[in-house]
């Protein structure tokens, strides 16, 4: 049965070890569902194409003061600026209706 190696602590980018630990005696159900897992590709992209620079335009549009005032709450219990949850829906829209 193979075992698995615990990672130790990871402080301010460094490695700390505490001490390994071996899990050799993994219950049934969990030794089990690791024999049923499958590989999973990865699927993001490279650092290079995280963030890229888009073309945008500066607007001026009139919304309803409920809709302004719900992403305005969202974005305080998210910490979001809400002019950006609004620019993604609209970019999410636009993205699935432009095809």
Known sequence: MP???GAG???????????KIKYEDAP???EAALKKAKIVE????PPQELVL????VRITINLKQKSVDFFK???KELGIPYQK?????????SEKYAK
């Open 85 to 93: 949850m609004i620019k993604k829906i609209l970019d999410v829209y």
């Open 9 to 19: 602590l990871w402080h301010k980018g460094k490695k700390f070890m505490k001490k």
């Open 3 to 5: 075992f698995i190696i």
């Open 42 to 45: 990865d699927f993001l992209p």
């Open 53 to 56: 620079k888009e073309n945008t």
């Open 73 to 75: 709450h969202q974005s």
């Open 28 to 30: 049934e159900e969990i």
